[in-house]
């Protein structure tokens, strides 16, 4: 039987033919819909964690008792995670332990454009790389029984176009994997000092047979054709320089660590030519130098961005720029990512410019905030660093006026996820941060996945609820405030009054992302035209609902969600409810 998979529907298809016992997330983007897919299979425990970190410490769990676990995330993911990863090179894997991570070359929906071949190499663990959904599915299968036979957690590296991109999967059907009895090994599983010297010896051992099984990995394959030109590529790149070289002889890695030396060595001996097609890091290149072999790679293939075959083929000389077809298109207004119309965020960031004040940021749909015409985001690094940002902005800032006007905006489902470790830090030091929290009941940007505020699990079933504010009570706050994001004059004034504190407060804007109304009748508003005087208040609302025609304001009523935010913005009072007929 054959399915037409993305990469990650993929991912979860070999994970159950596989046997896995327990899946665990983060959702992020490209890798969100791997736990959604697996979810879908009543055999499998699933879960969306509230952290990657969490996510691989439950996993890792499940692997010490025995049944085969797998954990699915973004690259910036593995960042959180890293902190178990280490100590679970020397731990190993009792049941198959599976860690896949999803890079995102040229930063579709990401902070940074890391590689994360380098955390196998680092920790110490294979890396496997599919070229295709099928491969996909194949190697996370793979990667279960690689992990029980060398007793190690297994990474799967895709990449935002293996993630996304469908091809034909011959499914297989599942292999039950009973879960093995618990034995109590201290010496395997407590990291003590004494234990992981002795595992470390262990690990050391372990990458030795790795690679032995790295150059005969059947999917580690040579591809003969011309003599001439041979090419080493993995992942994604091997598909685009097959395209752009179709005559040239490959060697297709797809167990990029530990790295198959002596298959490299046969293959340079066969061409006379090398190069070397790979996304971001000269991963593969510094491997093949450092076996004393020229080759041709980042002198030619960009460094930075996402490739794709056109790219490969000017980059190396196959075709001209100039020779590329440009298409003749007409001239289209630049149209930046916005916040959807009627999202509860608005009036919060409308208000934060109003009263100018200095926002640090987070990750989310609120980013967005950040861009004309609201301007009202000053910073975002990582998942929840807006509360640490704004406490140490603070401790430095000599005048009391500008330190008051600092805050920190957080969404709901990255609180749970790593800013409540920031909140505590900034209640015990003493800290005097107005914090707010963007609660709109859901992971919004990622797809609408649940997280503990809302009390569902990922499979839909009920979970338990978190209640923020006692949550944040128990810290020992006592300013906790819900309000209504709709509400521009309640917002300004509980804002107005929690910034002026000499201690810490925490607002919470709460009402559902527009998206989880889909099926709710809205009534829309209208300009009153013989009122407006283009005076264009209306569009700082940010609202892509609100446009101009001609010298007069027009509000799109397919678009509009009726939240009232450009009516209780307009000095003229030009905006009403369209009248019901």
């Not at 032995?212 to 992942?235: C, M, T």
């Not at 916005?338 to 409308?350: E, Q, S």
């Not at 709460?510 to 889909?518: E, F, G, S, W």
């Amino acid at each position: 039987m054959k399915a037409l998979l993305s990469g990650n529907e993929a991912v979860a298809r070999g994970a159950w033919e596989g046997g896995v016992h327990v899946g665990c997330a983060y959702p992020g983007t490209p890798s969100t819909e791997i736990m959604e897919a697996l979810s879908q299979y009543p055999e499998v425990y699933t879960e969306w964690s509230v952290n990657e970190k969490v996510s691989l410490e439950v996993a890792s769990g499940a692997s010490f008792a025995g049944a085969r676990a797998m954990v699915a995330m973004k690259h910036v993911g593995l960042n959180v995670a890293a902190d178990p990863l280490f100590s679970l090179s020397y731990i190993g894997a009792t049941g198959g332990l599976v860690i896949v991570t999803c890079d995102d070359p040229g930063m579709h929906s990401s902070q940074n454009e890391q590689d994360n071949r380098h955390y196998a190499r680092s920790a110490k663990v294979p890396l496997l790389e599919p070229s295709d959904s099928q491969e996909a599915k194949e190697f996370t299968r793979l990667a279960f029984e690689i992990s029980e036979e060398f007793d190690t957690p297994v990474m799967v590296r895709l990449t935002t176009r293996i993630s996304h991109s469908k091809s034909i999967v011959e499914l297989g059907e599942r292999k039950e994997v009973p879960v093995k009895e618990y034995v109590k090994d201290v010496k395997k599983r407590v990291i003590l000092p004494a234990h992981a010297r002795e595992r470390h010896g262990f690990v050391e051992e372990r990458m030795e047979r790795l690679r032995k099984y790295a150059e005969e990995f059947p999917y580690n394959r040579i591809e003969e054709g011309d003599p001439e030109l041979g090419i080493i590529a993995d992942s994604v790149a091997y598909m685009y320089a097959k395209e752009v070289f179709p005559e040239a002889s490959f060697l297709k890695l797809s167990m990029v660590w530990p790295f198959p030396r002596e298959l490299v060595r046969r293959f340079a001996s066969k061409v006379k030519k090398i190069i070397v097609v790979e996304e971001n890091d000269p991963f593969i290149e510094e491997q093949v130098r450092l076996l004393g072999i020229e080759v041709t790679g980042k002198d030619k293939i960009p460094l930075v961005g996402e490739l794709n075959p056109t790219r490969v083929a000017v980059c190396l000389g196959v075709k001209k720029e100039e020779e590329l077809p440009k298409p003749e298109l007409p001239h289209i207004p630049k149209r930046p990512p916005a916040l959807c119309p009627g999202c509860p965020h608005t009036g919060v960031f409308n208000v934060i410019r109003k009263l100018k004040l200095i926002a640090t940021g987070d990750i989310g749909c609120y980013t967005l905030g950040t861009l004309p015409p609201l301007n009202a985001m000053d910073t975002c690094v990582e998942m929840g660093a807006s509360i640490g940002n704004a406490f140490g902005m603070q401790l430095v800032m000599k005048d009391d006026k500008l330190r008051k006007k600092v805050v920190a905006v957080i969404g709901d489902s990255t609180f749970f996820h790593s800013g409540i470790t920031g909140l505590i830090n900034l209640y015990y030091n003493r800290g005097i941060t107005t914090v707010i929290i963007l609660d709109n009941r859901t992971t919004a940007m990622t797809g609408h996945q649940d997280h503990p505020g809302t009390g569902k699990t990922a499979k839909g079933e009920k979970g338990r609820e978190v209640d923020l504010v006692k949550l944040i009570k128990g810290i020992g706050i006592e300013h906790v405030y819900v309000v209504n994001p709709y509400d521009l004059k309640e917002l300004t004034e509980v804002i107005k009054r929690e910034i002026e504190r000499e201690e810490p407060s925490v607002i919470i804007p709460r009402a559902p992302c527009v998206l989880l109304r889909r099926g709710e009748k809205f009534t829309p508003m209208r300009v009153i035209e013989d009122k407006c005087t283009g005076c264009r208040v209306c569009l700082k609302v940010g609202c892509p609902a609100i446009s101009m025609r001609g010298d007069k304001a027009r509000i799109d009523p397919f678009l509009c969600t009726g939240c009232t935010l450009c009516q209780q913005t307009c000095p003229f009072g030009a905006i009403e409810f369209v009248e019901e007929k």
